[in-house]
């Protein structure tokens, strides 16, 4: 099925899998994962609160409750400082442990924000081109999978635009 840019917000994309950008307690915060929460309801931190966390550059599932969704994937994004503290190496980590866990839950289709961007402080440039990178990478051998690029804001959009041109 391959990738696409959109612009919106997550909560109200049509997927089986919303991809969620948390921190290591997974117990909400602001941002995507502030949204994602109040759109998924009070059920979804009572079922956050069973993961007991997850590690940078890790994922997690949990039902996606009074969201469209079947599925939320919560990944912890590396807080940007320099580059020199394996941020690279951690975001791609969070897109691939992302796609292995959807395709393990069954999902046809997924959408990611654009992880560590916000307040994590990630340049979105370099975010987007590894995003764009390992999503290309493991559609190569899970060639049915939809992917969904979520932007909130238009110079995001227009970043994934050209690098899917
Ligand atoms: N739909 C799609 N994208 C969104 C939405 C939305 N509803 N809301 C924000 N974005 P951020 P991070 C974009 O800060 O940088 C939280 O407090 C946003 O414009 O949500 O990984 C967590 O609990 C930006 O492009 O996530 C962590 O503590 C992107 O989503 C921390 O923030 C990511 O911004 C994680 O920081």
């Avoid at 049509?14 to 059920?43: C, F, K, M, T």
């Avoid at 190496?89 to 691939?96: F, G, H, I, P, V």
């Avoid at 370099?126 to 979520?150: N, Q």
Wanted: with cysteine; proline share 4%.
């Amino acid at each position: 099925m391959g990738m696409k840019a959109v612009l919106g917000d997550i909560t109200q994309e049509g997927v089986d899998a919303i991809v969620n950008a948390a921190n290591e307690s997974l117990l909400g915060g602001g941002g995507v994962d502030g949204a994602i929460h109040r759109a998924a309801g009070p059920e979804l931190l009572a079922e956050c609160r069973k993961l007991g966390g997850c590690p940078t550059g890790g994922a997690k599932a949990t039902r996606g409750h009074r969201l469209g969704a079947d599925w939320i994937l919560h990944t912890v994004g590396p807080v940007w400082h320099d580059g020199s503290r394996q941020e690279d190496a951690l975001l791609a980590s969070c897109y691939r442990n992302c796609l292995k866990l959807a395709v393990g839950k069954g999902a046809r289709s997924v959408a990611f924000p654009a992880i560590s961007t916000g307040a994590y402080g990630f340049p979105a440039e370099r975010a987007a081109r590894i995003a764009h990178r390992e999503v290309s990478e493991f559609l190569r051998t899970h060639p049915a999978l939809e992917v969904r690029f979520v932007c909130f804001d238009r110079a995001t959009f227009e970043l994934y635009q050209r690098l899917l041109k």
